[in-house]
C-alpha cells in the first residue's frame, strides 16, 4: 500500500489520492488498438484499486474505446471513492491518426461516449483538453468550456478540468466555469509551467502533470540515475517523488501496463528527496 496523502480541489467534494493511475499505456503501440495481452491490463486496472490509487486518467480516444472498455470490465460496479477522470476535445481516425473535435456537438458526442462505455451516469471530471497534438496554442477555449458548463448544469458532469492548456487560458475559462485541475506536460526538465502551478496551488485547484520521466521516448540522464542509485530507488521513483514534492497541489498518474511496475511506481510516494537530490535534479532543468 501506498502512503496516503491527499489533495482536495477547493469548492468541490473530491478527495484524490495523489498517486493515481493513467490508463493510455492499457491501448496498443502509440495509444492504438487493443491491449497486447487483454489479461494482464485487466489485472493492472484491478491491482490499482487494491494499493489505494482512487484516481483513474482515461479518454475514450485511448484506443479509441480500449481503455475505458478495459476499465469498466475490471472495476465495474466502482468503488464509490474512485474518481474516473476523462478528456474530450480529440477523436483517432483509422489509421491512429489525432484529429481535434472540439464544437459543442464533437463535445457533447464525446461526453455520452465515455459514459456508455465506462458504464456510468455522471462523469466525476471531464477535462477539456485543448491545444494541438503537440501542446498547447493561444486560441480561445471559450467555447469548450461552454459547452462542459451546459452539460454540467444537464448532470452529464460534475467538475471541469483543462488539460494542454496555458495560463492564459487557464484565466478565460475561469471566467466561465469553476475549473477544478488542469492538465499539461510538466517534469524534471520541462518546467514551463513552475508558475502556473503555483497560482493553482494558491487557488486550491489540482496539477496533474504527464509524461513525468520525459515522455515516449524516456528521459536518459546521469544526474538522475545517480540520485536514484544513492537513494535505493528507480529514476522513475524519483523522478515521480520529485513531482509530490515540489506542490502539494500535484497529483500523479503515472501509466504501466505492468502489475509489478505499477507497484514500483506506487512506492515512489515513500520516497523522500533530501537536500541534495533536489539541488542537483533541480540543476537539470538549469542544463
Same mark, same amino acid.
Given at each position: 500500500?501506498?502512503?496516503?496523502?491527499?489533495?482536495?480541489?477547493?469548492?468541490?467534494?473530491?478527495?484524490?489520492?495523489?498517486?493515481?493511475?493513467?490508463?493510455?499505456?492499457?491501448?496498443? /503501440? %502509440?495509444?492504438?488498438?487493443? /491491449?497486447?495481452?487483454?489479461?494482464?491490463?485487466? !489485472?493492472?486496472? +484491478?491491482?490499482?484499486? *487494491?494499493?489505494?490509487?482512487?484516481?483513474?486518467?482515461?479518454?475514450?480516444?485511448?484506443?479509441?474505446?480500449?481503455?475505458?472498455?478495459? @476499465?469498466?470490465?475490471?472495476? %465495474?460496479?466502482?468503488?464509490?471513492?474512485?474518481? @474516473?477522470?476523462?478528456?474530450? #476535445?480529440?477523436?483517432?481516425?483509422?489509421?491512429?491518426?489525432?484529429?481535434?473535435?472540439?464544437?459543442? !456537438?464533437?463535445?457533447?458526442?464525446?461526453?455520452?461516449?465515455?459514459?456508455? +462505455?465506462?458504464?456510468?451516469?455522471? &462523469?466525476?471530471?471531464?477535462?477539456?483538453?485543448? #491545444?494541438?497534438?503537440?501542446? /498547447?496554442?493561444? %486560441?480561445?477555449?471559450? #467555447?469548450?468550456? *461552454?459547452?462542459?458548463?451546459?452539460?454540467?448544469? *444537464?448532470?452529464?458532469?460534475?467538475?471541469?478540468?483543462?488539460?494542454?492548456?496555458?495560463?492564459?487560458?487557464?484565466?478565460?475559462?475561469?471566467? @466561465?466555469?469553476?475549473?477544478?485541475?488542469?492538465?499539461?506536460?510538466?517534469?524534471?526538465? %520541462? +518546467? #514551463?509551467?513552475?508558475?502556473?502551478?503555483?497560482?493553482?496551488?494558491?487557488?486550491?485547484?489540482?496539477?496533474?502533470?504527464?509524461?513525468?520521466?520525459?515522455?515516449?521516448? /524516456?528521459?536518459?540522464?546521469?544526474?538522475?540515475?545517480?540520485?536514484?542509485?544513492?537513494?535505493?530507488?528507480?529514476? &522513475?521513483?524519483?523522478?515521480?517523488?520529485?513531482?509530490?514534492? +515540489?506542490?502539494?497541489?500535484?497529483?500523479?498518474?503515472?501509466?504501466?501496463?505492468?502489475?509489478?511496475?505499477?507497484? *514500483?511506481?506506487?512506492?515512489?510516494?515513500?520516497?523522500?528527496?533530501?537536500?541534495?537530490?533536489?539541488?542537483?535534479?533541480?540543476?537539470?532543468? !538549469?542544463?
Amino acid at each position: 500500500m501506498m502512503q496516503q496523502t491527499t489533495f482536495s480541489p477547493a469548492g468541490s467534494d473530491l478527495v484524490f489520492n495523489r498517486m493515481g493511475y493513467g490508463a493510455m499505456q492499457l491501448a496498443g /503501440p %502509440h495509444v492504438f488498438g487493443p /491491449p497486447t495481452d487483454r489479461a494482464a491490463a485487466l !489485472a493492472v486496472l +484491478r491491482a490499482t484499486v *487494491e494499493v489505494g490509487i482512487n484516481h483513474i486518467d482515461t479518454a475514450d480516444f485511448y484506443g479509441p474505446f480500449v481503455t475505458n472498455e478495459l @476499465i469498466r470490465e475490471a472495476l %465495474h460496479p466502482y468503488r464509490k471513492d474512485l474518481h @474516473i477522470v476523462t478528456k474530450v #476535445g480529440f477523436l483517432r481516425d483509422a489509421q491512429g491518426g489525432w484529429n481535434p473535435a472540439k464544437s459543442p !456537438a464533437q463535445l457533447r458526442e464525446a461526453v455520452l461516449a465515455n459514459l456508455d +462505455r465506462l458504464g456510468l451516469e455522471q &462523469m466525476d471530471v471531464v477535462n477539456f483538453r485543448a #491545444g494541438g497534438a503537440m501542446g /498547447p496554442d493561444d %486560441h480561445s477555449i471559450a #467555447g469548450g468550456v *461552454e459547452a462542459l458548463a451546459s452539460m454540467q448544469r *444537464e448532470g452529464l458532469l460534475r467538475y471541469i478540468g483543462l488539460s494542454n492548456v496555458t495560463a492564459a487560458q487557464v484565466r478565460e475559462a475561469q471566467g @466561465i466555469a469553476q475549473i477544478v485541475c488542469v492538465q499539461n506536460q510538466y517534469n524534471l526538465v %520541462h +518546467r #514551463g509551467d513552475d508558475a502556473l502551478i503555483d497560482t493553482l496551488q494558491a487557488q486550491g485547484i489540482a496539477y496533474v502533470p504527464f509524461f513525468p520521466l520525459g515522455g515516449f521516448t /524516456p528521459l536518459q540522464s546521469a544526474s538522475l540515475s545517480d540520485v536514484a542509485k544513492r537513494l535505493e530507488a528507480t529514476p &522513475m521513483q524519483v523522478a515521480l517523488a520529485w513531482l509530490l514534492q +515540489r506542490s502539494a497541489n500535484i497529483l500523479v498518474i503515472p501509466g504501466t501496463s505492468s502489475v509489478s511496475h505499477l507497484r *514500483e511506481n506506487v512506492a515512489a510516494s515513500q520516497v523522500v528527496l533530501d537536500e541534495e537530490a533536489v539541488l542537483v535534479l533541480d540543476a537539470m532543468a !538549469a542544463a
